[in-house]
C-alpha cells in the first residue's frame, strides 16, 4: 500500500493503479491504424455519484444513460449530431467517452481519419448553429493551434511519437504534440479512468485548462475560488480535447520493450497484447508518462530522503446536500502554524496528525500525514517494524483500524454529516496508507539512441520524471511544465536541430524544475506557451560542451547496445562541465509579454561554435518577470 497520492500503483500508466480486472474486448476493425469506431469496450463502469457538468443545458436523459453506464441501448443513428455531441462532451468514464466519440465519428462520415485531417473535418461540420456546443469548443482549440510556436501545426509534422500512460501529463503532452503536427499514440494499460483524488491546481495550470476549453466539457471547473480538480474528471477532460485534435488513444495495452531498427523497420515497441497493432507502429521519440515506476527504460532516478513520513488518503461520497456545500475546505493546515487544532484532534480522538488537507469535489477528498506511535497506537499498524515495506505491508495494516482513523480524522476535522467511503476500482473503500519518506527524481529528462541510422528520443515527464512532495501540490504544475518542455524538444527534432543540442537544452530546462513555484514562473501565465522563456524566469541557455550529453546518446558507433527492456541497464550520470559564452548568445527579448516572442525559424542561423561545443543560444533569458 504504498503509494502516493499523485502517484500511480508499480508498473502502470499516470492516471491509476494496477487494475486486475479481465482485459478490455477489443472491438471493431482496423482502419488506417485505428480501431473503428471506438478502440475498446470494457464493462460497464460503477455509477459514480454524480455526473460531471458540462457547460449548457442537456437532457436529463443523457445523464442518466452516462451514470448507469448503459450506452448500447442508445439509438445512436435517431439522435442528431447535436445531441451525440452531448452525449461525449457529459460522459464521464473512459469507455462512455470513447463511445461517444466514435458515434460522433459515425455520424459526421470521419470514422477513417485521424490527426490534423480529422480536427479538420470536426471544425467543419461541427462548427454551425445548432452545434453551437461543439463550435465553442473547437475555436478555443483553433485559437490555441495559431500559436506561433506550432507554426501552423507544421512544426513537427511527420515526427511519430509513443506515449506510455494516459494520465494527465500524458494527455497533455498528446495535446501540444497534435498542435505541433505530430503523429501522436498514446498506450494505457489500463481499462478505466478509476482514481478519485484529488489534485490541486496551480494557477497557470487552471489558465491553461481554461484556454484549452475545459469549461466546455466541465461547466463546474474551478468555478469561484476553487483550485483542485479530481484526477478521473481530468483525464476524461483532457482525453476529450485530445480526441477533437485527432488522438489516436488505446486502453489495455502495456508497453513491454523497445525493439531496435533491423533493415526493414525503425524503432518500435513490444505491447501486450502482442497481436495488438500498435506492435508495428514505428516512432521517433518514446515518452514515459506512466508514474515514478516507469517502464521506459534507461533512466536511472536519485533519492531525496528525510524522516519518517506516513500519510493516509481517503475519499469519501460526496452527496452534495446543503450541509455538505456549507462545510469548508482545509487548503493545508500545519501543526507548526494551528497546534490548537491538532491537540484537540488528538485530545478528543487520540489520532496525531502533522498536517491535513480536505477537498470537496466529485468525492471528499482527505489527504493527512500521520505519527507512526498514532497508527500503531489505533491498531492501524499492527507491529512496529524496522523496515518501512515491512511496517506498510499489507499483513502489517489492519483495514479496519485505518478506516476508522480515516473516518474518525475526517469527521472532527470538518464535521460533515455523513462519511460514507467511496469505493475504487476494486470496489473496496478508497484508503490508502502510504510513504512518502522518499522523493525520487529522474537523474535526467531525456536521452537518445542511434540504431542504423535512426535516431529516437526517449523521455520521461510527470512523476516519472520528478515525483511530487503532496503537501506542497507540486505534482501537476510541475507535471504539466515538464510536458510543454518535452513539446518545445519535439518541436526542435522537427525542426532538425543537432540531437547533442537537444539534449543539452533539454537537460538544462529540466534542472529548473526541482525549484519551480508558482511565485518562481513568469507572471504573465496567459501568454505561457511551449516555449520555456514564455514560463520560467532566470532562464539561461548557453553554449555547453557535447561532453556534457555524450552519456546520454547512445549509438552503434560508440559502444555495444544496452539491453531494452523496462527497467534494465542503468545509467550513471556523469557531471559534465558547463561555460558560458556571452558572444554566443542571441540577444534578449525586450518582453515576454509580447505576442511576437521569437521562435528558431525552419533553418536557424548559427555563429561559428568552438570545436566540441554546441549552441543553445536560441534565447538569453529575460531581464525580469513580466
Known amino acids: 500500500m504504498e503509494h502516493s497520492p499523485d502517484d500511480p500503483a508499480p508498473g502502470g500508466g499516470d492516471g491509476n493503479r494496477r487494475d486486475e480486472r479481465e482485459p478490455p474486448q477489443i472491438v471493431g476493425e482496423e482502419k488506417d491504424g485505428s480501431l473503428y469506431p471506438y478502440d475498446y469496450l470494457e464493462e460497464p463502469s460503477r455509477p459514480s455519484s454524480r455526473a460531471s457538468s458540462a457547460g449548457g443545458r442537456v ?26 455531441y ?12 470513447l463511445r461517444a466519440f466514435g458515434e460522433l465519428k459515425a455520424k459526421l462520415g470521419v470514422e477513417e481519419l485521424r490527426g490534423l485531417e480529422l480536427f479538420g473535418a470536426l ?4 462548427c454551425t448553429q445548432k452545434t453551437w456546443k461543439a463550435r465553442d469548443a473547437l475555436q478555443l482549440l483553433e485559437k490555441r493551434a495559431n500559436q506561433q510556436e506550432y507554426m501552423g501545426q507544421k512544426a513537427a509534422e511527420g515526427v511519430k511519437v509513443l506515449i506510455v500512460g494516459g494520465g494527465p501529463v500524458g494527455l497533455r503532452l498528446a495535446i501540444d504534440c497534435l498542435l505541433l503536427g505530430c503523429d501522436v499514440r498514446v498506450i494505457e494499460k489500463r481499462p478505466s479512468f478509476s482514481r478519485n483524488n484529488v489534485l490541486h491546481l496551480w494557477p497557470f495550470t487552471i489558465e491553461d485548462l481554461r484556454q484549452l476549453g475545459a469549461k466546455k466539457f466541465c461547466g463546474k471547473f474551478c468555478a469561484g475560488a476553487i483550485d483542485h480538480i479530481c484526477i478521473r474528471s481530468l483525464q476524461c477532460i483532457l482525453l476529450k480535447i485530445s480526441l477533437l485534435l485527432g488522438l489516436s488513444f488505446h486502453a489495455g495495452v502495456e508497453f513491454l520493450q523497445v525493439l531496435e531498427p533491423n533493415a526493414d523497420t525503425g524503432w518500435r515497441a513490444k505491447l501486450n497484447p502482442s497481436d495488438h497493432f500498435l506492435n508495428q ?47 469548508d475546505e482545509i487548503s493545508g493546515v500545519a501543526f507548526i502554524f494551528n497546534q490548537k487544532f491538532f491537540k484537540e484532534l488528538k485530545a478528543d480522538t487520540g489520532i496525531d496528525l502533522e498536517n491535513i488537507v480536505y477537498y470537496k469535489d466529485d468525492t471528499h477528498y482527505f489527504v493527512m500525514t500521520a505519527k ?26 489492519n483495514k479496519e483500524e485505518l478506516y476508522e482513523y480515516a473516518v474518525d480524522a475526517a469527521g472532527w476535522s470538518t464535521e460533515l454529516p455523513q462519511l460514507d467511503f467511496a469505493l475504487n476500482h476494486y470496489d473496496e473503500p478508497d484508503v490508502a496508507l502510504f510513504d512518502f519518506t522518499s522523493i525520487f527524481q529522474a537523474e535526467y529528462a531525456a536521452r537518445a539512441l542511434k540504431r542504423r541510422g535512426r535516431d529516437l528520443i526517449l523521455c520521461v515527464v510527470g512523476d516519472a520524471l520528478l515525483e511530487p512532495f503532496w503537501p506542497t501540490g507540486t505534482g501537476l504544475g510541475r507535471g504539466f511544465l515538464s510536458a510543454q518542455d518535452t513539446a518545445w524538444m519535439i518541436r526542435g527534432l522537427g525542426q532538425g536541430r543537432n540531437m547533442s543540442e537537444l539534449l543539452c537544452e533539454r537537460e538544462v530546462i529540466s534542472q529548473q524544475l526541482p525549484q519551480t513555484t508558482p511565485e518562481k514562473l513568469q507572471n504573465n501565465i496567459k501568454t505561457y506557451t511551449i516555449n520555456p522563456f514564455t514560463r520560467y524566469c532566470n532562464l539561461q541557455l548557453r553554449k555547453l560542451p557535447v561532453q556534457s550529453v555524450k552519456h546520454l546518446y547512445d549509438t552503434d558507433t560508440i559502444g555495444t547496445s544496452p539491453a531494452l527492456q523496462r527497467g534494465s541497464f542503468k545509467m550513471k550520470s556523469s557531471a559534465g562541465s558547463s561555460s558560458s559564452n556571452k558572444e554566443n548568445r542571441a540577444p534578449t527579448p525586450s518582453s515576454l509579454s509580447s505576442p511576437s516572442i521569437p521562435v528558431p525559424s525552419l533553418s536557424p542561423s548559427r555563429r561559428p561554435l568552438a570545436e566540441g561545443s554546441v549552441n543553445l543560444a536560441y534565447y538569453s533569458e529575460p531581464a525580469s518577470k513580466n
Open 372 to 397: 507512526k506511535y498514532s497508527l500503531l497506537k489505533k491498531g492501524v499498524l499492527v507491529a512496529d517494524l524496522p523496515d518501512t515495506r515491512d511496517l506498510l505491508h499489507p499483513s502489517n495494516i
Open 281 to 327: 507502429f514505428e516512432f521517433d521519440v518514446l515518452v514515459g508518462a506512466d508514474g515514478r515506476r516507469s517502464t521506459v527504460p534507461g533512466f536511472d532516478r536519485k533519492e531525496l530522503r528525510g524522516k519518517l513520513a506516513l500519510a493516509i488518503t481517503a475519499n469519501f461520497v460526496n452527496y452534495f446536500t446543503r450541509e455538505e456545500v456549507a462545510v
Open 86 to 97: 452531448d452525449y461525449f462532451a457529459q460522459a464521464t468514464s473512459l469507455e462512455s467517452v
Open 59 to 84: 437532457s436529463p436523459s443523457i445523464l442518466q444513460d452516462l451514470a448507469s453506464g448503459d450506452m448500447d441501448n442508445v439509438a445512436w443513428s435517431e439522435l442528431p449530431v447535436e445531441r451525440v
Open 123 to 126: 471544425r467543419e461540420k461541427l
